[in-house]
Nanobody
Framework: QVQLVESGGGLEQAGGSLRLSCAAS????????MGWFRQAPGKEREFVAA????????NYADSVKGRFTISRDNAKNTVYLQMNTLKPEDTAVYYC?????????????????WGQGTQVTVSS
Protein backbone atom coordinates (compact mmCIF):
# COMPACT_ATOMS: atom_id res chain seq x y z
CA GLN A 1 0.00 0.00 0.00
CA VAL A 2 1.29 3.47 -0.94
CA GLN A 3 -0.16 6.80 0.10
CA LEU A 4 0.59 9.79 -2.11
CA VAL A 5 0.30 13.47 -1.20
CA GLU A 6 0.87 16.20 -3.79
CA SER A 7 1.90 19.77 -3.05
CA GLY A 8 3.23 22.81 -4.86
CA GLY A 9 0.28 23.78 -6.99
CA GLY A 10 -1.01 27.32 -7.24
CA LEU A 11 -1.63 30.29 -9.48
CA GLU A 12 1.09 31.32 -11.90
CA GLN A 13 1.32 33.62 -14.91
CA ALA A 14 1.97 32.30 -18.37
CA GLY A 15 5.68 31.82 -18.90
CA GLY A 16 6.29 31.17 -15.23
CA SER A 17 7.36 28.05 -13.37
CA LEU A 18 6.06 25.78 -10.65
CA ARG A 19 7.45 22.66 -9.03
CA LEU A 20 5.09 19.98 -7.84
CA SER A 21 6.10 17.44 -5.23
CA CYS A 22 4.56 14.10 -4.39
CA ALA A 23 5.48 12.55 -1.07
CA ALA A 24 4.93 8.83 -0.75
CA SER A 25 4.51 6.78 2.37
CA UNK A 26 4.46 3.06 2.55
CA UNK A 27 6.79 0.33 1.52
CA UNK A 28 9.05 -0.10 -1.45
CA UNK A 29 8.61 3.34 -3.02
CA UNK A 30 11.81 2.86 -4.99
CA UNK A 31 10.31 -0.10 -6.83
CA UNK A 32 7.34 1.81 -8.23
CA UNK A 33 6.95 3.49 -11.56
CA MET A 34 5.77 7.01 -10.77
CA GLY A 35 3.63 9.18 -13.00
CA TRP A 36 2.01 12.57 -13.19
CA PHE A 37 -1.39 13.05 -14.77
CA ARG A 38 -3.68 16.04 -15.08
CA GLN A 39 -7.37 16.68 -15.51
CA ALA A 40 -8.88 19.92 -16.74
CA PRO A 41 -12.57 20.74 -16.19
CA GLY A 42 -14.77 18.76 -18.53
CA LYS A 43 -11.89 16.69 -19.85
CA GLU A 44 -10.56 13.22 -19.22
CA ARG A 45 -7.52 12.63 -17.07
CA GLU A 46 -4.42 12.64 -19.25
CA PHE A 47 -0.83 11.50 -18.98
CA VAL A 48 1.83 14.11 -18.35
CA ALA A 49 5.06 12.32 -17.41
CA ALA A 50 6.42 9.13 -15.89
CA UNK A 51 9.70 7.89 -14.46
CA UNK A 52 11.12 4.45 -13.75
CA UNK A 53 12.41 3.25 -10.41
CA UNK A 54 15.95 4.52 -10.83
CA UNK A 55 15.12 7.77 -12.60
CA UNK A 56 17.09 6.76 -15.65
CA UNK A 57 14.06 6.39 -17.91
CA UNK A 58 11.40 9.04 -18.38
CA ASN A 59 8.50 9.61 -20.73
CA TYR A 60 6.56 12.78 -21.48
CA ALA A 61 3.39 13.79 -23.24
CA ASP A 62 4.14 15.73 -26.41
CA SER A 63 2.33 18.74 -25.01
CA VAL A 64 4.85 19.16 -22.17
CA LYS A 65 8.03 17.80 -23.71
CA GLY A 66 10.87 20.31 -23.36
CA ARG A 67 9.00 22.31 -20.71
CA PHE A 68 8.36 19.83 -17.88
CA THR A 69 10.86 17.58 -16.09
CA ILE A 70 10.02 14.65 -13.87
CA SER A 71 12.51 13.44 -11.27
CA ARG A 72 12.58 11.41 -8.09
CA ASP A 73 14.52 11.14 -4.87
CA ASN A 74 14.13 7.62 -3.52
CA ALA A 75 15.89 8.53 -0.27
CA LYS A 76 13.11 11.04 0.37
CA ASN A 77 10.29 8.95 -1.11
CA THR A 78 9.41 11.90 -3.31
CA VAL A 79 8.77 12.51 -6.99
CA TYR A 80 8.83 15.96 -8.55
CA LEU A 81 7.45 17.69 -11.60
CA GLN A 82 9.29 20.85 -12.60
CA MET A 83 7.05 22.87 -14.88
CA ASN A 84 8.60 25.71 -16.88
CA THR A 85 7.23 28.04 -19.54
CA LEU A 86 3.73 27.43 -18.28
CA LYS A 87 0.80 28.00 -20.60
CA PRO A 88 -2.88 28.64 -19.83
CA GLU A 89 -3.67 25.23 -21.32
CA ASP A 90 -1.61 23.64 -18.52
CA THR A 91 -4.36 24.63 -16.09
CA ALA A 92 -5.66 21.46 -14.43
CA VAL A 93 -5.66 19.38 -11.30
CA TYR A 94 -2.39 17.46 -11.27
CA TYR A 95 -2.28 13.97 -9.84
CA CYS A 96 0.63 11.83 -8.75
CA UNK A 97 0.27 8.10 -9.32
CA UNK A 98 2.20 4.89 -8.75
CA UNK A 99 2.23 1.55 -10.52
CA UNK A 100 4.03 -1.64 -9.65
CA UNK A 101 3.89 -3.32 -13.06
CA UNK A 102 7.51 -2.49 -13.71
CA UNK A 103 6.94 -0.69 -17.00
CA UNK A 104 6.44 2.98 -17.73
CA UNK A 105 2.89 3.46 -18.91
CA UNK A 106 0.84 6.39 -20.13
CA UNK A 107 -2.46 4.70 -19.30
CA UNK A 108 -4.49 5.81 -16.30
CA UNK A 109 -5.69 2.24 -15.76
CA UNK A 110 -2.14 0.96 -15.21
CA UNK A 111 -1.65 3.05 -12.08
CA UNK A 112 -2.77 1.56 -8.80
CA UNK A 113 -2.26 4.34 -6.28
CA TRP A 114 -3.31 7.98 -6.64
CA GLY A 115 -2.92 11.18 -4.70
CA GLN A 116 -5.72 13.63 -4.05
CA GLY A 117 -4.46 16.13 -6.63
CA THR A 118 -3.19 19.69 -6.55
CA GLN A 119 -4.63 22.57 -8.56
CA VAL A 120 -2.44 24.41 -11.06
CA THR A 121 -3.87 27.55 -12.63
CA VAL A 122 -2.00 29.49 -15.30
CA SER A 123 -3.24 32.95 -16.16
CA SER A 124 -2.68 34.57 -19.53
Amino acid sequence: QVQLVESGGGLEQAGGSLRLSCAASGRAFSTYIMGWFRQAPGKEREFVAAINWSGAITNYADSVKGRFTISRDNAKNTVYLQMNTLKPEDTAVYYCAANNYGLISIRVSDYVYWGQGTQVTVSS
